[in-house]
């Protein structure tokens, strides 16, 4: 990589492979590549089926694939406005520091503020200090008084069986 231009652009149904590559780069990332079962099918269906669940903007420099942002909204009641959940934030390890992920906060912070909507939330693994420090650079503020809570496999369908059916 020769230093040349750096391109973030919306990413199309034929990326599904690449994003299935940057996912699992994460995962390995991570330390949680065990717990990575993305398909390329799966991808493919729920970022560019008939209801799009999030969408991805792809980092290219000096033309090649470098990186993603995987985001979706949410909403802020306090706000009464929606804004974006950063799911996730990946940069091949040969290119970082080149400004890539700044780049891609950047488009994500310039569609939200273009629409209108409040801000930019994201998560971020405690021991993981370069993104922390990243993202303090950019003046991002770590939320050290919520605590992220999740329900999936056996827990989701015991809570899910046991509540009112919704009319």
């Not at 750096?6 to 330390?31: Q, S, T």
């Not at 560019?48 to 090649?64: C, S």
């Amino acid at each position: 990589m020769s230093g040349g231009p750096l391109v973030i652009r919306r990413a199309a149904p034929a990326d599904a492979p690449l994003i299935l590559r940057f996912i699992e780069g994460l995962a390995e990332y991570e330390r949680l590549r065990h717990a990575c079962v993305a398909t390329e099918e799966a991808v493919r269906e729920t970022l560019f089926g008939e209801d799009p669940a999030a969408w991805v903007h792809i980092a290219e420099l000096d033309g090649a694939p470098v990186g993603f942002a995987l985001w979706c909204r949410n909403y802020s009641t306090f706000l009464a406005r929606p804004g974006i959940w950063l799911e996730d934030l990946y940069v091949v390890p040969e290119a970082r520091g080149r400004g890539t992920g700044k780049a891609l906060l950047a488009t994500l912070a310039r569609l939200a503020t273009e629409r209108g909507w409040g801000r930019v939330d994201w998560a971020v693994l405690d021991w993981n200090a370069p993104s922390i420090a990243f993202y303090r650079s950019l003046g991002a503020v770590g939320l050290d008084d919520w605590t992220t809570f999740r329900l999936e496999g056996e827990a989701l369908a015991r809570v899910a069986a046991a509540g009112h059916a919704v009319r």
